[in-house]
Every structure is written in structure tokens, then in C-alpha cells.
């Protein structure tokens, strides 16, 4: 029994573990240009039977399912959107800047 408690403290450790990670490299590249938050996915871990346990399903931990960036594909869009919309208009005015130059 003791075993089975310190298997599923561990799993619990190294879920929490990478969690941490997770989140510190959310935070250390918060301000990086391109960058995505991400979020860690848990899943409990169970194990079917044992000795004298036939049919039994305990539970046994957890563990590291998943890895999700949370990207939002509207803000994504729209920031394409209006990037190629101000470079539109820098390239209108640097034609009118370059035909009133020509003018004078």
C-alpha cells in the first residue's frame, strides 16, 4: 500500500514539476513577439486489477497528457489584417510623399 502511495505522490510531483516549467517559460517570454501562451494538460492514470482485484480499476496518479498553445485565431487574424493594412497605407504615402517631391 505504501508503494502505491508514494507511485502516485511521485506522478503528482513531476505533473506539478512540469506545470512549473510551463509557466515559467510563459512568463520569461511573455514579452517575446510571437509568442503563444501555453497550458499543460493532466490526465489521472488508472490501473485495472491486481492481486485479488479482478475488475478493479484504482486510481493511480497522473500524468502528462497534452501541451496546448492557447492561440486566439481572431486576435491572429486581425493582427494580419491590420499590419497589412497600415503597410498598405505607408506605401499610398510614400508615393504621394515621392510625387510631391517630383512637383516641387
Known sequence: MASGLFTI?????RA??????????????ANTEGYVRRSL???EVASAGG???????SLSGVR???????????????????????QRAATE???MENAEAALE
Do not use: H
Not at 505522490?9 to 510531483?13: E, K, M, P, T, Y
Not at 502528462?64 to 497600415?86: C, H, I, K, P, Y
Open 9 to 13: 505522490a511521485s506522478s503528482g510531483l
Open 16 to 29: 506539478a514539476r512540469a506545470a512549473l516549467d510551463v509557466t515559467s517559460q510563459n512568463i520569461a517570454n
Open 51 to 57: 492481486p485479488g482485484r479482478i475488475g478493479d480499476i
Open 64 to 86: 502528462v497528457s497534452g501541451l496546448n498553445r492557447n492561440a486566439d485565431l481572431f486576435r491572429q487574424a486581425e493582427v494580419r489584417r491590420t499590419t497589412s493594412d497600415a
Open 93 to 95: 504615402l510614400k508615393g
Open 41 to 43: 494538460n493532466l490526465a
